[in-house]
C-alpha cells in the first residue's frame, strides 16, 4: 500500500476501546498522518463506540444479534467498513472471529493488536498463561490478520518485564499502556511507508522483515525507523 497523506483508518472495537482513544489522540499530532474514517463495532452497547461518538466520529453498530447468520452480519461489517474507504482497517479490541472470506477481502490492510508476543499464546487470558508458565517477559503484537485466529505475519512488537508479584489483572493494566505506543506508533509507521503482505512475509520498502520491530529498538514511538534493522525511513 502507497502511504498518503492522511492515511484513513477504520477501527473496529467490542469494548471500552482505549487503544482506540490512543489512536484518536494521535491523530490529533501532526506525526501521525492518519486519521480515522469511522469507528465499527459488534457491540452496540460498547464504551468504546459511546467514547468515539462523544469525539464526534462516525459510527456504525454492526449488532449480530439482528443478522440471520454470520454470512449476512459479515456482509453488514463490510457494508459498514467499506462505506468509510478506510487505507487500513484497525482491530483494537475487536473480539469476534472473522470468517476466512471476510478477512481475505481485506488481505493486506487489515491489523490487529494482541496483548501477547506472537507467535506465543495466541487467543484468550494470555497474561494469566504468561504467569503460569513462569515466563520473565511479556508483551504485545501488531499482526496482519489472516484466517489463522492471531497467526498472520507480526509487523512490530513491544516487551515488558513480568514481575514476581504481578497478578493477570497488574500485568494486564500495565501492558495496556504500551499496547497505545505500540498502536499508535505501527499505525504511524504503515501510514508513511509502503507495507505490503506476501504470503506469510511482510515487505517495507521492497525489503522483507525478517524479524518484527521492536518497539523502542527498531522503530521509536512516532513510527521512526530508528535501529540498524528495516524498514528505510
Ligand atoms: C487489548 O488488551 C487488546 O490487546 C485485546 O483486547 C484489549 C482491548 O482493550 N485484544 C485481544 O485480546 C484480541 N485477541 P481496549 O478495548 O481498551 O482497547
Known amino acids: ?12 472495537l467490542s469494548g471500552r476501546g482505549s487503544n482506540f482513544a490512543a489512536l484518536h489522540a494521535a491523530s490529533e499530532k501532526p506525526w501521525f498522518n492518519a486519521h480515522i474514517a469511522g469507528v465499527v463495532s459488534d457491540r452496540p452497547q460498547a464504551a468504546g463506540l459511546a467514547l468515539a461518538r462523544s469525539h464526534g466520529l462516525d459510527t456504525v453498530s454492526v449488532d449480530r444479534q439482528t443478522h440471520a447468520d454470520r454470512e449476512d452480519f459479515e456482509a453488514s461489517l463490510c457494508a459498514a467498513i467499506d462505506g468509510f474507504e478506510p487505507d487500513y482497517i484497525v482491530l483494537a479490541g475487536f473480539m469476534r472471529v472473522l470468517s476466512a472470506d471476510f478477512v481475505q477481502r481485506y488481505a493486506g490492510r487489515m491489523i490487529n493488536i494482541h496483548p501477547s508476543l506472537l507467535p506465543a499464546y495466541r487467543g484468550l487470558h494470555t497474561h494469566q498463561r504468561v504467569l503460569e508458565a513462569g515466563d520473565r517477559k511479556h508483551g504485545a503484537s501488531v499482526h496482519f490478520v489472516t484466517p489463522t485466529l492471531d497467526g498472520g505475519p507480526v509487523l512490530s512488537q513491544v516487551r515488558i518485564e513480568v514481575k514476581p508479584d504481578d497478578t493477570p489483572d497488574s500485568l494486564a493494566e500495565r501492558l495496556l499502556a504500551h499496547e497505545h505506543r505500540l498502536i499508535c506508533a505501527s499505525v504511524a509507521l504503515l501510514a508513511r511507508v509502503p507495507v505490503e503482505v506476501r504470503h506469510e512475509d511482510i515487505v517495507i520498502d521492497s525489503l522483507r522483515l525478517a524479524s518484527p520491530l521492536v518497539l523502542g529498538r527498531d522503530f521509536d514511538e512516532h513510527g521512526h525507523h530508528t535501529g540498524p534493522g528495516q524498514p528505510g525511513q
Open 1 to 12: 500500500m502507497t502511504p498518503a497523506a492522511g492515511t484513513r483508518l477504520v477501527v473496529m
